[in-house]
């Protein structure tokens, strides 16, 4: 599904070069569920920034469903994000101006599908994430962890391959933060391969396989599938 | 991503802005109402100063002595030109589609009536000048059509100078003189007007031979021919050539149609129109000034927003294209009040003035509107295209 092969991300700051990924090999199977978690700065953000093809390694090999994927032009890319690939912030990033369908409805209103079909999948989404309610608020007019559900079920509507959450309870309290993981294990368990990065032991150590990372590389990787629930 | 869905996209991040759009749209309303006014105050005087020209007739064509450089400056041929005399213009009056021929002198003249005196316009013309010009006679006869070259003192008064002269009483038959000479008075003009900063109507008309003698001179002024409609100008201008090359051996004169004279006015005209609306113009700039600052703070501010559409699969151009279409749409909205605006200024102009003239063409309606939307590609290309150049996960970070 994902693999990573000899991962080189360089940033220039003046004239230091930062190795934010330093030499990292990674194999995702369809349908895992994996966690990264790390000290700030370790680079887990920069790996699923580009899991996620919106940055580019400086060096080294991606294949994403057997495709590599390293080569592909800009527009290209945005196709896959688009149909392939479902992201969740810590920020949420809703767009204030537009209502919680409006924002679900947006990957799709980027891929032209008609507004009948948007408005019926856009439905769907929100109803999985107990929303149907609230279809016609705008984000300001919801909690967190509704906010954190829309932006769920916009990542989900595309009914993509893969989904990324950076941080995607760093803004809850406890109990929304739970209530968003449930949702993601939820749709991780119907088949969809969830990567979370997150700084909670508590709920890094929820998923089956749990990646460590420090300055730039992966340093722990283990799988184990019976582990009781922190 | 589909045309409506785009427009409307555009339309709701303009809607989420209310006061900011409107006074950004208000900026290029400003500017489209400045030209749109303006041009129509240009158009009026340009159909206004036409009709004035065309209320003499169309199918005329006038001949001056001397040769006339495309600089209007007039130069004799080796130093010598032949006058244009009466007899030349009876010559003209042997070609068939010729229906009128004027010969004219113009002068100033002291005209007296008993004791009233008074320094006026004196008109050298001939008999068929009423017809030629579409001038009407109130009350008496125009000049007769006398032996051209031996014509009786016979005056024909304007409606002004006949009500300076004689008050309310009858001046026909009246004696009066003209620059020393005397006259009698067998007509009264219907009155006319100014016409291009000529009063008509404060005018004294006598037989052109007369004219010549009374301003010592031996050439006329110009001689006006009017010709058949439907005749070929063309055909006119070299039979008239012909006829008088004949008569001077060379070619010593000018012939204008009204045509060409109708075409240079116009085109003087377009560009006076032209020039106003280059001052509406900049006002126009100003608003675009405003769309190009109030779309690149929208792209500051909305730079997660822009992050976040890359990473939902939006392709540059498309994020290129949603901030263009903002501009547009802004300038386009921008540009229809504009139009109402100054489309009301106009006519509310011409019905404070009415002897301004105000005309709108539809022309100038649609490019205007066309402008205001040029104005928001040009003005929105630099902030969008800083939005589609924008790094996806440094855009992600912004808050
Ligand atoms: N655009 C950039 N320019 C320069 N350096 C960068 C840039 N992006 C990331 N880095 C550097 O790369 C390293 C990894 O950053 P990254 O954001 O991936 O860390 P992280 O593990 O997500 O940290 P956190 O837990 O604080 O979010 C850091 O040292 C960071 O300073
Ligand atoms: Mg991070």
Sequence with gaps: MISLQHIHRDFRVGDQIVHALDDVDLDIAAGEYVSVMGPSGSGKSTLLNLIGLLDRASAGRYLLEGEDVTVLDDDRQAWIRNRRIGFVFQAFHLVPRLTAAENVELPLLLAGVPPAERGKRAAAALRAMGLSDRAGHRPDQLSGGQRQRVAIARATVTEPAVLLADEPTGNLDQHAGQGVIEVLEALNARGITLIVVTHDSAIGGRARRRVRMLDGRIVADEAEADRAPA | ?399
Aim: cysteine-free; glycine content about 12%.
């Design chain 2, 1 to 399: 991503m589909r045309a409506a869905d785009f427009v409307r996209f555009a339309a709701a991040s303009l809607a989420a802005r209310r006061l900011r759009s409107g006074l950004t749209a208000l900026g290029i309303a400003v500017g489209i109402a400045a030209v749109v006014v303006l041009t129509s105050i240009g158009e009026g005087v340009h159909h206004f100063v036409l009709a004035e020209f065309t209320q003499f007739g169309t199918t005329l064509v006038a001949i001056n002595p001397g040769r006339t450089t495309t600089h209007g400056m007039s130069v004799g041929v080796f130093g010598t030109e032949r006058p244009l005399t009466i007899q030349d213009a009876e010559s003209l009056e042997r070609l068939s589609y010729v229906e009128a021929v004027v010969p004219f002198v113009q002068g100033n003249a002291e005209v007296k009536a008993g004791n009233r005196r008074r320094r006026t316009f004196v008109y050298g013309a001939g008999a068929q000048m009423p017809k030629a010009f579409r001038m009407a006679v109130q009350t008496g006869s125009f000049l007769p059509a006398d032996d051209p070259t031996a014509p009786r003192a016979l005056a024909v008064l304007g409606s002004k100078l006949r009500r300076e002269l004689f008050g309310r009483g009858n001046p026909l038959g009246r004696r009066i003189t003209v620059g020393g000479s005397r006259y009698r008075v067998i007509g009264v003009m219907a009155p006319k007007g100014v016409v291009l900063g000529f009063d008509l109507d404060d005018t004294v008309y006598i037989p052109a031979a007369r004219a010549l003698a009374l301003f010592n001179r031996n050439s006329l002024f110009e001689i006006d021919v009017m010709y058949r409609p439907g005749v070929k100008v063309e055909r006119v201008v070299e039979g008239i050539r012909r006829t008088l090359v004949a008569r001077h051996g060379r070619e010593d004169f000018t012939i204008t149609t009204q045509e060409q004279m109708l075409d240079v006015l116009g085109s003087v005209l377009d560009v006076l129109t032209f020039a106003v609306g280059a001052i509406g113009g900049i006002s126009l700039l100003v608003g675009a000034i405003g769309i190009v600052t109030i779309m690149t703070i929208a792209v500051n501010e909305r730079t997660a927003e822009i992050g976040l559409l890359r990473a939902l699969g939006a392709r540059r151009v498309q994020v290129l294209a949603l901030f263009l279409g903002e501009a547009v749409v802004l300038a386009a909205l921008g540009g229809l009040a504009g139009l109402a605006l100054g489309l009301g200024l106009a006519q509310g102009l011409h019905a404070a003035f009415p002897g301004l003239p105000v005309h709108t063409p539809w022309r100038y309606v649609l490019l205007a509107e066309s402008l205001a939307v040029v104005i928001g590609l040009a003005a929105g290309v630099l902030p969008a295209r800083r939005a589609a150049r924008l790094d996806p996960v440094a855009a992600l970070r912004a808050e």
